[in-house]
């Protein structure tokens, strides 16, 4: 079978070697290369060509030795209803390592051609506390960037370093622009970043705070990891052999705060002056109901969010989420369809071209909760309203990292608090209000508010007393007989 690569796609709308690098993007995975990489797909076969992508790994080299070989194009496979349709993305022009040799990417970023550095890095990339969105000042990879500046791990390290560096060589500052599922990301990063500029030199963190913008955005668009069995069914319909092509829906949404001083590329995005309600709206509505049912899919034996679809009481307890728990803390402008956004999201759900893992979604769930679940929580509770499935979600999420499913099997707990999770509910046994007061502690997930409500304490041990005892299929159908 023949390679993908730029001798042998005829396809593609304009020369990716006529193209400059104007971004350079911080964490090129899957999620990347289906949403942002394509929507700048689409402006430089527009004609400016001014906004080509240089990707970074900050971990591994997968994603580079995978495309190196193809010129760094891959394919990009959307489904739908009416089935899937494939295209080659070549705005991707190159993809470094970080770990291999830091000072190159730190050097890319000093292009006087970059203007935007963009980053999706997953929630636990930025080293900060989920819980106040502040640095985490002793995270492990801070406190090895604080000592070794020129050789940073951390993708906030990479930005300080880059930008004292193009600050010492009198060029403008980019724009960071973050693409994660993090509240009021812009300022969570911001804060972030600032931070660490100041503890490396107060001038330096002074400049960040006055010259640096952060933008905030909102990414919506479902992207499962691809497997062999995708590969395959790809390069037979193209007849070329992609080594990582990325699945995703036809859907796609990308909601910008319109804040870039050096320039943006013309994405096909719905510039705004406040993303805060559009942020909050797809945090709750869309990242709450995947999260939730993610957890109580899986220990149900449910392998994608598909098939949690077809369980008629696991999709009732989805619509009741939302409908009736998360609807009502939403602030959204006036013109905004937030049920037909909610309908759309359940069609999204059922799409049976997309095999969206429920345990991938599951992963890194302590850097997820607070944003997802527990800020609804708080204003569910500040309103006097009730938090019975919300109380699910997170009663779900305890009964998960257990590490042991309702067969007695190890459930592969990913995680970055994987050690002190176990460590905690491996103490408490599988006892309901044992595990729930030993996860609760955990300040940097629930903070201290929470652990004292009693409103939350109980509705989420009497919720995980009942998936300890009946398991996740039998308590949401229990949910749905006493929630119609």
């Given at each position: 079978?023949?390679?993908?690569?730029?001798s042998?796609?005829?396809?593609?709308?304009?020369?990716?070697?006529?193209?400059?690098?104007?971004?350079?993007h911080l964490?090129?995975?899957a999620?990347?290369?289906?949403?942002?990489?394509?929507?700048?797909d689409?402006?430089?076969?527009?004609?400016?060509?001014?906004?080509?992508?240089l990707?970074?790994?900050?971990?591994?080299?997968?994603?580079?030795?995978?495309?190196?070989?193809?010129?760094?194009?891959?394919?990009?496979?959307?489904?739908?209803?009416?089935?899937?349709?494939?295209?080659?993305?070549?705005?991707?022009?190159?993809?470094?390592v970080?770990p291999?040799?830091?000072?190159?990417?730190?050097?890319?970023?000093?292009?006087?051609?970059?203007?935007?550095?963009?980053?999706?890095?997953?929630?636990?990339?930025?080293?900060?506390?989920?819980?106040?969105?502040?640095?985490?000042?002793?995270?492990?990879?801070?406190?090895?960037?604080l000592?070794?500046?020129?050789?940073?791990?951390?993708?906030?390290?990479?930005?300080?370093?880059?930008?004292?560096?193009?600050?010492?060589?009198?060029?403008?500052?980019?724009?960071?622009?973050?693409?994660?599922?993090?509240?009021?990301?812009?300022?969570?990063?911001?804060?972030?970043?600032?931070?660490?500029?100041?503890?490396?030199?107060?001038?330096?963190?002074?400049?960040?705070?006055?010259?640096?913008?952060?933008?905030?955005?909102?990414?919506?668009?479902?992207?499962?990891?691809?497997?062999?069995?995708?590969?395959?069914?790809?390069?037979?319909?193209?007849?070329?052999?992609?080594?990582?092509?990325?699945?995703?829906?036809?859907?796609?949404?990308?909601?910008?705060?319109?804040?870039?001083?050096?320039?943006?590329?013309?994405?096909?995005?719905?510039?705004?002056?406040?993303?805060?309600?559009?942020?909050?709206?797809?945090?709750?509505?869309?990242?709450?109901?995947?999260?939730?049912?993610?957890?109580?899919?899986?220990?149900?034996?449910?392998?994608?969010?598909?098939?949690?679809?077809?369980?008629?009481?696991?999709?009732?307890?989805?619509?009741?989420?939302?409908?009736?728990?998360?609807t009502?803390?939403?602030?959204?402008?006036?013109?905004?369809?937030?049920?037909?956004?909610?309908?759309?999201?359940?069609?999204?759900?059922?799409?049976?071209?997309?095999?969206?893992?429920?345990?991938?979604?599951?992963?890194?769930?302590?850097?997820?909760?607070?944003?997802?679940?527990?800020?609804?929580?708080?204003?569910?509770?500040?309103?006097?309203?009730?938090?019975?499935?919300?109380?699910?979600?997170?009663?779900?999420?305890?009964?998960?990292?257990?590490?042991?499913?309702?067969?007695?099997?190890?459930?592969?707990?990913?995680?970055?608090?994987k050690?002190?999770?176990?460590?905690?509910?491996?103490?408490?046994?599988?006892d309901?209000?044992?595990?729930?007061?030993?996860?609760?502690?955990?300040?940097?997930?629930?903070?201290?508010?929470?652990?004292a409500?009693?409103?939350?304490?109980?509705?989420?041990?009497?919720?995980?007393?009942?998936?300890?005892?009946?398991?996740?299929?039998?308590?949401?159908?229990?949910?749905?007989?006493t929630?119609?």
């Open positions: 079978m023949t390679r993908l690569s730029l042998t796609c005829k396809t593609l709308p304009y020369d990716p070697a006529f193209v400059d690098i104007g971004i350079v964490g090129v995975g999620f990347h290369r289906a949403h942002q990489a394509d929507y700048t689409a402006v430089l076969a527009k004609g400016d060509k001014r906004w080509a992508i990707g970074a790994s900050l971990r591994a080299p997968d994603t580079r030795d995978a495309l190196k070989d193809q010129d760094w194009l891959y394919t990009l496979a959307q489904s739908d209803e009416q089935g899937e349709r494939c295209r080659v993305i070549a705005a991707l022009r190159g993809v470094l970080a291999e040799n830091p000072q190159a990417l730190i050097e890319a970023m000093c292009l006087p051609s970059v203007k935007i550095v963009s980053l999706t890095v997953t929630e636990k990339g930025y080293c900060h506390d989920p819980a106040t969105g502040a640095l985490n000042d002793q995270h492990p990879d801070i406190l090895h960037d000592g070794h500046p020129d050789t940073p791990r951390s993708a906030p390290s990479f930005l300080v370093e880059a930008i004292r560096a193009r600050k010492a060589r009198g060029l403008p500052p980019f724009t960071v622009l973050c693409c994660d599922n993090l509240p009021a990301n812009g300022r969570t990063v911001a804060k972030v970043v600032t931070r660490l500029a100041a503890l490396r030199s107060p001038d330096l963190g002074q400049y960040v705070a006055e010259h640096i913008a952060f933008p905030a955005t909102m990414v919506d668009r479902i992207v499962p990891a691809t497997t062999d069995a995708d590969r395959a069914r790809i390069t037979k319909a193209t007849g070329l052999e992609d080594q990582w092509p990325v699945v995703t829906e036809a859907f796609t949404d990308w909601v910008i705060e319109d804040n870039f001083p050096q320039g943006r590329p013309d994405w096909a995005a719905r510039f705004v002056t406040d993303i805060a309600p559009f942020e909050t709206m797809k945090l709750r509505l869309l990242n709450g109901a995947h999260s939730s049912m993610s957890y109580l899919g899986y220990l149900a034996g449910h392998e994608t969010i598909a098939d949690c679809m077809k369980d008629e009481s696991l999709a009732h307890f989805v619509s009741h989420l939302m409908n009736m728990e998360v009502s803390t939403l602030a959204v402008p006036p013109g905004t369809d937030v049920s037909a956004y909610k309908q759309a999201l359940l069609t999204r759900f059922r799409n049976p071209g997309l095999r969206h893992r429920t345990w991938q979604i599951a992963m890194d769930g302590s850097q997820k909760l607070p944003q997802r679940l527990l800020g609804t929580i708080r204003d569910r509770l500040k309103a006097g309203a009730p938090i019975e499935a919300l109380a699910l979600g997170v009663a779900a999420w305890m009964r998960y990292v257990t590490g042991v499913d309702e067969k007695g099997g190890a459930i592969e707990l990913r995680d970055p608090l050690d002190e999770l176990r460590a905690k509910t491996d103490a408490a046994g599988l309901a209000a044992r595990i729930a007061s030993a996860l609760l502690s955990i300040k940097k997930i629930f903070g201290s508010d929470l652990p409500d009693p409103r939350f304490t109980t509705a989420v041990t009497a919720a995980l007393d009942s998936l300890i005892r009946h398991g996740s299929q039998q308590t949401y159908e229990n949910f749905r007989s929630h119609p």
